[in-house]
């Protein structure tokens, strides 16, 4: 196929995308084939009805997980990596991680191959879909985990384990300090590079999307030198890149008596366990939060619960000019087949790629065609069984529902 229809990158960084875009995508394993059979048709719906013909995706398969694994002889082959390099933009379904010793799993992979620093989980409240909250409305806000560093570097040695016995006897030598001798030691790192590369990610798009605020959240009462300092290098980049943009709470609180400017971004920060709390009671006042990989990693499905469930939970995964979009849940392997689980989780990862093409028009269509859908109370087994007067409809046919409303 033609390099015309490859998205390229200026040196700025900005995307350049051909109005015929070929994007790859992984079918993913378990119920995954179902959930894509029912996404793709939603999304070129979507885009023939904003741009009528004049914009169109090209779809090419690529391999990972199970089939790639039967294919191939790999679960995750290095031609799909080289692919999602070449093409810059790839959608998942998902994919299962086998259990078994040194295994690493796919998803883990593919964000540090491709340096797929920012996890980005947008939470929304769809009307009618049952929430355990009082005022689900309020809940409006998008997650951006740092994915690359913190407890999840994977360094880790077993308890009796020569590496962990030497750690052990370096922190008693060089500090002074006692670990027990049976101790299992995991390494927590997280870098100025990573924290600030995260943050700046987050506050571009909070001044893109005209958002109100971004919320630092870490837990740095007790560990200061890696999520203290994720909240000092925050603040930081927030100053020293965006100074116009911005204000602190502690500047509004000391220049404006606690009035938000209008036209400024606030920038705040909480402490993970409070904000644990913030997210259930006061909703409203939150908008982008950016926090530390294990943070973030809790967070995002505290708040998909609010708002209805890992079924509705779309994701992203972006670095710098790659981006893979992702339903968030897992296989649901039980269901494999029978075109029965809910899409609405790839279906709005596939509204985020769009967004990110810069083809918003036929995201805002999927968006609005998936709450209508809800609203007119046609909706898949896992909701229909909690929704009053709901027609339980098969996963393909939620997608044709959509299609029919758009
Ligand atoms: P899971 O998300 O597959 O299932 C958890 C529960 O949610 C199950 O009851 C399942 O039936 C239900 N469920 C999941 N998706 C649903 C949907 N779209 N509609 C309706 N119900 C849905 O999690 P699990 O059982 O812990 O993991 C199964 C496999 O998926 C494992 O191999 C795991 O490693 C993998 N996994 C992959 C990803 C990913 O690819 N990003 C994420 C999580 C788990």
Redesign the pocket.
Known sequence: MSDKHIISIDLRGELYVPDTVLIPYIE?D??GPD?WAATRPVLDAAVAKAYGGVRKILWIEILAGEKADRKVGKWLPEETLEQIRKYRVAIKG????PVGKGFR?I?VALRQELDLYACVRPVKYIPGIPSPLKRPRDVDMIVYRENTEDVYAGLEWEAGSPMARKLIELVKQEDGRQIRMDAGIGLKPMSRFGSTRLVRKAIQYALEHHRKSVTLVHKGNIMKYTEGAFRTWGYETAIAEFRDAVLTEEEIRRNTGGDHPADKLVIKDRITDAMFQQILLRPAEYDVLAMPNLNGDYMSDALAAMAGG??MAPGANIGDGYAVF??????????AGQDK?????LILSGAMMLDYLGWKEAADLVRDALVRTVEAKTV?Y?LARQMEGATEVRCSRFGEAMIQLM
């Open positions: 993913g378990g119920t959930l998902p994919l299962t991680t799993s998803n890992l079924g992702e339903a968030t849940h897992g296989t649901a392997p039980r269901y689980v809910n899409p609405g989780s898949t896992d």
